[in-house]
């Protein structure tokens, strides 16, 4: 519990640090707000008036406090291109990227562990060279290359979603549905490949350590060995990684919104740092910062209940 409680408090300290360096970064950041608004043609006066209806004529410190008091509160701001309020813009689309992430994630760990163990027991066989070819390619392949595939194929084709018309889960469930799969399945591609790849590596490295060759002469099943042992010590790098695979996705599906026309978090973002939207961008990195340390500690808390000697090794360094 102390562990879990640690790992907590290092999780806020570090969102505390990146709110106040991205807060920090706008700010040092060139260009006004209030003239990009405005355009060229206003004048000082007009400017100056924006900027303090806005806020932007207050202290740096002052102006970082009341956001993150805002934001810990709910109350993420006004945006300045819509005027309305943050959480009410990002909420729905922040909604619609989490659904992408999560689904691509349940998709990459659901296929890829069996793959994974799979591929190891036919290590060897016929069909080794022609699986281990297709998992290169696969990883090698980009989202956004097989977003356009995706598109063409199942959209244009076969009709089976429209691309470009993500119509909301309010509004057609199935069919919002129906794209989030393809984007998913655009994003778990490459990761399920390596994910397969890794555990395949990490298996028969474990296979060919001492205590699985002393486990084997005295007469214990070769399958037993590997259930019991070998596969609980071959998930500590896996887990790892999927949890890097976790932060990784909502930041990844940028690409496949932006191909697939899914109104995520991803393309909201894009928009909003072109017109300078700086409640909004602001709000949305912290995020999506806190989507990644997030999933970094849930996938060592994992960790540590698969492998308890890796908390009492943390704990003597």
Same mark, same amino acid.
């Given at each position: 519990? =102390?562990? /879990? ?7 806020? $300290? ?9 807060f920090a970064a706008f700010e040092a950041v060139s260009g006004d707000p209030a003239r990009n608004l405005l355009g060229t043609e206003a004048t000082e006066e007009q400017v100056m008036a924006l900027r303090e209806e806005l806020g932007l004529d207050r202290p740096f410190l002052l102006r970082? +406090?009341?956001? *993150? ?6 109350? &993420?701001?006004?945006?300045? %291109?819509? =005027?309305? #309020? ?13 659904? &992408? %992430? ?6 990459? $760990? ?16 016929? $069909? ?11 990883? +090698?392949?980009? #989202? ?22 993500? #119509? ?8 919002? /549905? ?5 984007? +998913? ?6 990761? @399920?490949?390596?994910? /397969?790849?890794?555990l395949r590596a990490t298996v028969i490295e474990e296979m060919n350590k001492a205590y699985v060759r002393t486990a084997i002469s005295r007469g214990h099943d070769r399958r037993g060995v590997l259930t019991s042992h070998v596969l609980k010590n071959s998930m500590v790098p896996v887990v ?11 930041? $990844?599906? @940028? ?6 026309? @899914? ?5 909201? *973002? /894009? &928009? %909003? ?15 999506? +910062? ?7 500690? &849930? ?8 492998? #308890? ?9």
């Amino acid at each position: 519990m =102390r562990y /879990v409680l640690t790992r907590l408090g290092m999780l806020l $300290a570090t969102m505390l640090l990146v709110s106040f360096l991205t807060f920090a970064a706008f700010e040092a950041v060139s260009g006004d707000p209030a003239r990009n608004l405005l355009g060229t043609e206003a004048t000082e006066e007009q400017v100056m008036a924006l900027r303090e209806e806005l806020g932007l004529d207050r202290p740096f410190l002052l102006r970082y +406090a009341e956001w *993150l008091a805002g934001f810990f509160s709910g109350n &993420l701001g006004v945006s300045y %291109s819509y =005027r309305q #309020p943050v959480g009410k813009l990002i909420g729905p689309k922040l909604e619609i990227s989490l659904c &992408l %992430s999560l689904m691509s994630f349940v998709m990459i $760990a659901v296929i890829s562990i069996p793959l994974g163990i799979f591929s190891y027991h036919r290590t060897g066989g016929f $069909a080794d060279w022609p699986r281990t070819v297709f998992n290169q390619l696969c990883m +090698a392949v980009p #989202p956004f290359f097989t977003g356009i595939l995706v598109s063409w194929i199942f959209g244009i084709l076969m009709k089976v979603f429209t691309p470009g018309d993500f #119509p909301g889960f309010r509004q057609d469930f199935g069919e919002s /549905v129906r794209h989030l799969f393809f984007g +998913a399945v655009c994003l778990g591609i490459p990761r @399920i490949a390596m994910t /397969v790849r890794m555990l395949r590596a990490t298996v028969i490295e474990e296979m060919n350590k001492a205590y699985v060759r002393t486990a084997i002469s005295r007469g214990h099943d070769r399958r037993g060995v590997l259930t019991s042992h070998v596969l609980k010590n071959s998930m500590v790098p896996v887990v790892t990684f999927l949890g890097q695979t976790l932060a990784e996705l909502v930041g $990844a599906g @940028i690409v496949v919104e932006q191909v697939l026309g @899914i109104p995520g978090l991803g393309r909201f *973002l /894009v &928009l %909003s740092i072109s017109h300078r939207d700086y409640p909004v961008v602001q709000t949305i990195v912290v995020i999506l +910062a806190f989507w990644v340390v997030l999933a970094g500690t &849930l996938a060592d808390l994992i960790n540590q209940s698969i492998d #308890p000697r890796l908390r009492l090794g943390g704990n003597r360094g």
